[in-house]
Each structure stands twice: as C-alpha cells, then as structure tokens.
C-alpha cells in the first residue's frame, strides 16, 4: 500500500516541489493549505485538502482517514519585509498556528516532522561558513517566529515521541525540470525571479541592492540552493528520522556552501539567457547581511544527500523555463 505523508503548505513554492518528490519516490503527498499564498494548481500530486493548519478537527480527520505518522511542514508566511511591518500577523500565521496544528497533531500520535525553517534564523553570521551551532540572532520576525518553532519542536518532541528535523533554508531559487510548477510569489522580491523577469521582459529591470558590502565585488553574497535539491533533502530527512529515536531531533542546514554574489548571479543571467538581464546599480537594501553562505556539511553526512542541480546556470535556466510557461 502506497503510504500517505501529509503535507503543510504543499501549495507553495517549497512545498509542491516537495510534493513532486514523495510521489516520485513512491509516497502519496496529502496536501493541506489554506491557499492564503499558495496556488490551489500547483497540487497536482495526491489529495487537496484546502484546510488551515489551525484548524484541529480537519487536521485530526485527514490524519486519520490517511493513517498518516509523518508530516512535512511549510505552511507560513514567509515575507522578510513584511514580517517587519505586521509582526504580530508572523506570530499568528507561524508560532501561534504552529501551535494548533502540532497539538493536533500530537493528539493523533504522529512520529515524524520534517519542518522548513530558514538561515534567517542566524541573523548577519560572521562565519565564513555557517554553523548549526552559531549564534540565533535573528533580525527580522520571519527568522524569530522560526526559530520559535524550532525551540518548540524540541521541548514538546521528548514529551509527546515524536522526532523532529528543522530545515535551515538558505536562498532557495529554481523551478521544477518539467517546469510544472516553479516560484510564484506576489510581489516577488527574490533576486532570480526578478533577474528572470526583467531579462524576458516580464517584469521591471533589476536593481542591484548594494555594491559596497565588505564583499569581492562590493554585492552580497548568498547560498542559493535548487528547490528540487531541498525537496529531495526533505525526503532524506525523514528516512533519516525514521532510522533515528524518537523524542529527539535537530536543525540542518540545507545549502551548498559556495557563494554567489549579485553581481555574479547577474552575469550568470547573461551567460544562460542570451542577454544582459537590464539592471541598475542602487543602493543598499535594508537589513541585508553582506554574507550568508551554509556549512551544508551536517545535512550531507546524516542524509546521504548533496545539492547536485544548484549551480547559477541551473537555478537560472529551470527558473526561466518556468517564467516562460506563465508568459
Ligand atoms: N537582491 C537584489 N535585487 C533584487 C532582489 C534581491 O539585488 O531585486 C539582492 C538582495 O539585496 C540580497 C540578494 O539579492 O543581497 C538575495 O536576496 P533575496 O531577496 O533573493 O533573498 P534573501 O537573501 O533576502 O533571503
């Protein structure tokens, strides 16, 4: 029997790339989302149930009707800036639904969560490469809300059985070979979106945040990480736990330890799509850190797994090959 692994936020950019990979790998996804960001047409792997994670009776009943004991949790909001301007609107949608969804989870005796968190939760590092164990300090609500659930993951996991693994996304970017689902974010803010759509055309020329950061080029740099990769090392993550005890867990970092500046993604633009992406120098954008690049190293020794699709040529040509389908 095909088993089920319920999926929070499986409408979203992380997640339905998630959801491609378990079924893929011979799992059925069960989608649950609120649709509050993500897309009711990016389901297209398993079951849909449009559902908020606050809401503990539908959590309950799909656990139940599917005999799920594994969750992969993505559902949040997920918008630096804004995390800034509506703080409180982050601590509902992240800490406070958290809550409610792992009660409810919790009270149907789940095993394992698989939950995204974010190298936000560091703040502006100092390593050259980061380490799980370096520094929270978090400097925007997003990255605390996160790190909030990661602390509430590993007081509540020895005391309800479950086992846990927190996610540290770094600069997730790309889109699905196929190009059946990619990054839809509105209004987007990433760099390869953006560098994406102003070179085809579909959206404003790309300013350049910052050109005299305490960096090679005077851009900042970043570890940009395939979404197909992180949806893989989320499959990995669960083996993983389930290999593991219960009542225990941690975070992982999920990049590739190499930086990328700006100005180099930009070039990279140039050499993939055939054209200058159109780009103006501007100034500083606030809150960015100069440098944020993953020691990765810990993912790959307990997962088995490595980033293989994340070079500048493939985040740029998957993202734009989805770009296209949408034009
Ligand atoms: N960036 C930029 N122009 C844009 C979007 C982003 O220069 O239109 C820069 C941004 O200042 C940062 C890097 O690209 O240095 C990555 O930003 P992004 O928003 O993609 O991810 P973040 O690192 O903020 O999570």
Known sequence: MVESILVAGGAGYVGSHACKALDLAGYQPVTLDNLATGHADAVKWGPFVQA????????????????????????????????????????????????????ALTAEGIR????????????????????????????????????????????????????????????????????????RHDPETHLIPNLVRATLGTGPGLKVFGTDYPTPDGSCVRDYIHVADLADAHLAALAWLRAGPSGQGRPFNLGTGKGLSVLEVVKAGERVLGKTPPHELAGRRAGDPPRLVADPSAAQTAFNWRATRSDAETLIRTAAAFERTRM
């Open 52 to 103: 908020d994670i606050r809401d503990a009776e539908t959590v309950r009943r799909t656990v139940r009707e599917h005999n799920i004991t594994a969750v992969m949790h993505f559902a949040a909001s997920s918008l630096v800036g804004e995390s800034m301007v509506r703080p409180e609107l982050y601590y509902e949608n992240n800490v406070i639904a958290t809550l409610r969804f792992l009660e």
């Open 112 to 183: 394992q969560i698989v939950f995204s968190s974010t190298a936000a939760v560091y703040g502006a590092a100092e390593a050259e490469l980061i380490p799980e164990t370096a520094p929270l300090v978090p400097t925007n609500t997003y990255g605390e809300t996160k790190r909030a659930i990661e602390g509430a993951l590993s007081w509540m996991a020895p005391v309800h059985g479950f086992s846990w693994a927190a996610l540290r996304y770094f600069n997730a970017a790309g889109a699905d070979e196929a190009a059946e689902i990619g990054e």
